[in-house]
């Protein structure tokens, strides 16, 4: 038997006692028995909203398993192809933090620091780039010379063209660089 059922079979017992509802004792026998199918059909409202939430909850899991299934995949297949191409650190020369430089990033010649927002000049030193062996004969390298911004304080390497040309920026701040270069004898 039910609880609103049993609660129903004690008010028609209580009824057949035939108390009078004018004393005291009647008045509290009845005030239970109408409490008590209160409470119960409290209770069987609740019972259904419990099932109907469980079955809400289980459509939601799976719906979230179904999720997490897609993403991780998702996040399977992107490794996957992170770790097919080569991936280089290089520091900011902004705020010195890592920052990992793609090949499509090489190619574009410049990189984003996720830390201080500082876009910046990459490229492959010629001995990462090239893994031929050296010739017998030694080519002369470019020479590069490094300059400390006055604004931003970041350090730029600048090779000789444009340190003549007059057009260097700052790697940091973007701002030009003015360069007093020593007069020749």
């Known amino acids: 038997m039910e609880l609103f059922e049993k609660a129903a079979y004690l008010q028609g ?22 409490l008590l199918v209160e409470m119960a059909g409290a209770i069987k409202t609740m019972e259904q909203d419990i099932t109907q939430a469980e079955d809400h909850l289980d459509l939601l899991r799976s719906d979230v398993e179904e999720l997490q299934a897609d993403v991780y995949e998702d996040e399977d297949e ?37 830390n201080c927002g500082c876009t910046f000049e990459v ?32 350090v730029t390497v600048l090779d000789e063209d444009t340190l003549l040309s007059g057009n260097a920026h700052c790697s940091g701040c973007g701002k030009p660089l003015e360069i007093d270069l020593p007069e020749e004898d």
């Open 13 to 34: 017992l209580l009824e057949g006692l035939e108390l009078d509802e004018s004393t005291k004792e009647g008045k509290v026998f009845h005030a239970m028995s109408d």
């Open 78 to 114: 992107d490794e996957e192809d992170d770790s097919e191409a080569p991936c280089y650190e290089v520091e900011c020369p902004n705020c010195g933090e890592t920052v990992y430089v793609t090949e499509e990033d090489l190619d574009a010649g410049e990189a984003f620091c996720t």
């Open 123 to 154: 490229a492959l030193d010629d001995s990462e780039e090239s893994e031929e062996p050296e010739d017998e004969e030694e080519q002369p390298e470019d020479a590069s010379y490094e300059v400390t911004c006055p604004l931003c304080g970041t």
